[in-house]
Nanobody
Framework: QVQLVESGGGLVQAGGSLRLSCAASGRTGSIFDMAWFRQAPGKEREFVAAIRWSDRRLYYTDSVKGRFTISKDNAKNTLYLQMNSLQPEDTAVYYC???????????????????WGQGTQVTVSS
């Protein structure tokens, strides 16, 4: 089993920045990919960004390219999401997720991830 705990959410004005963290514990050696998803009120959970745990390949959804950066610290078993130029449409609960299946590239589908954190709220005011 893998446990994921997010932190770093909060309230920020449009144009501001936040950095989310996701601390992983347990059988972290079983993880191939980690990702950030988000879910806005009344909407489905959507893919934001992913990173291959072994080689740092990065993947982003189009709406966050150039504004968000996913990174990791293997020594600390921690995943990060640096979010810059935040906009009100970025308001959502942000979740980190881990996938224990080796794929050609990190998946963008919610159902393919095995472990999830509890989520952290990000609110961007206009």
């Amino acid at each position: 089993q893998v446990q994921l705990v997010e932190s770093g959410g909060g309230l920020v004005q449009a144009g501001g920045s936040l950095r989310l963290s996701c601390a992983a514990s347990g059988r972290t050696g079983s993880i191939f990919d980690m990702a950030w998803f988000r879910q806005a009120p009344g909407k489905e959970r959507e893919f934001v960004a992913a990173i291959r745990w072994s080689d740092r390949r990065l993947y982003y959804t189009d709406s966050v390219k150039g504004r968000f950066t996913i990174s990791k610290d293997n020594a600390k078993n921690t995943l990060y999401l640096q979010m810059n130029s935040l906009q009100p449409e970025d308001t959502a609960v942000y979740y980190c997720a881990a996938d224990r299946t080796l794929r050609l590239r990190p998946d963008t589908q919610v159902d393919e991830y095995d472990y999830w954190g509890q989520g952290t709220q990000v609110t961007v005011s206009s």
